[in-house]
């Protein structure tokens, strides 16, 4: 914000004539907060306005709500020598909440807590203070905020300089290149249905299928370990490669290496669980419709080289304690 004003003040046999500027800008903090302070800079003139004023002063800088009566934050710069300025001085207005130039009046805001318009109750209850306002004070948008200004010179009365100044934006602030460094390619926009809540829901562990038009469990494209599925269907209808993904089935392998099909040994004392492989039948009914035919082929070989079906089964043997490994019944 850009504040230039000049007022003119009699109070206490003294002229005060004062040019406000109000920059903000960052200052580093011994904090975690963000750092956010503007620069105020003035002058003094002695009762004629024809001199500086060369005193030692102390000066009060308090924010309160657009009408003046709430009191959001109050700090205290003292002993400003103004002898070796003409009268000039520059200060920076804003600190952090830890800050020990706070007054015991100020309620302990942040800076961007009190410049914040989103409906916040900023409440600054205090029944020891005349300054501060019973119920808070709740924001809502365009809100300015008011500057009080008072000046201690030494050994003499405080003077609270009139009218409060308005804090109000800098046209450039309207439409920020970056937010602590940025830009808008660096955040999500929210548009739609998109929104703090949604997002939420979409990264977190709960259910999120009302956000969207398929199941809410997925596989983890890329990730090598083990996923559950869950026990619901999984269906495709497309075709589904391993190994390969130019599948020209409806269940391809790719070609490089062996691959079986097979059901687990079991791992109980019970015995091994059977495997059948069957062709569609026809509808149930119908008449004269033939069953879906069972074929079970061995891979293309190339020359003078053949390929094979082999059929292997168990034998029986001599105790129970020993595994009889399928051999080669049949070529």
């Known amino acids: 914000m850009v504040l230039v004003r000049r007022i003119k003040i009699r109070i206490l046999n003294t002229l005060f004539a004062l040019v406000g500027v109000a920059v903000p800008f960052c200052q580093a903090f011994a904090s975690s907060e963000s750092p956010q302070s503007f620069t105020f800079q003035g002058r003094f003139l002695n009762e004629e306005g024809s001199a500086p004023l060369t005193k030692i002063v102390d000066v009060t800088f308090g924010i309160y709500s657009p009408d003046g009566g709430c009191l959001l934050y109050e700090e205290k710069k003292t002993e400003i020598d103004l002898s070796a300025t003409d ?10 909440t830890s800050s020990a130039a706070r007054t015991d009046l100020d309620p302990g805001k942040t800076m961007a807590q009190i410049f914040a318009n989103r409906g916040t109750l900023l409440r600054t209850d205090d029944s020891s203070s005349s300054q501060t306002c019973i ?32 804090l109000a934006s800098v046209p450039s602030a309207f439409s920020a290149e970056t937010l602590q460094g940025m830009g808008p390619s660096q955040f999500v926009q929210v548009s739609g249905n998109v929104s703090q809540t949604t997002m939420a829901a979409l990264t977190g562990s709960g259910e999120a299928s009302s956000l969207h038009h398929h199941d809410a469990l997925y596989v983890k494209i890329g990730d090598r370990g083990s996923q559950d599925l869950g026990s619901g269907v999984i269906y495709t209808s497309g075709t589904i490669g391993i190994g390969t993904s130019s599948p020209t089935a409806d269940l391809s392998f790719g070609g490089d290496k062996n691959r079986a099909i097979s059901t687990e040994r079991s791992i109980a004392q019970a015995a091994g669980r059977s495997f059948s492989i069957s062709a569609g039948g026809a509808a149930s009914g ?46």
Do not use: W
């Not at 009268?87 to 952090?96: D, P």
């Not at 050994?155 to 100044?165: F, G, K, Q, W």
């Not at 879906?292 to 190339?302: A, I, R, V």
């Not at 304690?321 to 051999?327: E, I, K, L, R, W």
């Open 135 to 166: 119920g808070g004070y709740t924001t809502k948008n365009g809100d300015a905020r008011k500057l009080r200004v008072v000046v201690t010179p030494q050994n003499e009365a405080p003077i609270t300089l009139s009218p409060d100044l308005t």
């Open 286 to 331: 119908g008449t004269n419709l033939t069953g879906g035919n069972l074929y079970l082929s061995s891979g293309t070989s190339t020359g003078s080289s053949a390929s094979d079906i082999e059929f292997l089964t168990s034998s029986a043997g001599s105790t129970g304690t020993v595994d009889n490994a399928p051999t080669a019944k049949m070529v």
């Open 87 to 96: 009268g000039m001085f520059s200060v920076q207005v804003g600190s952090a």
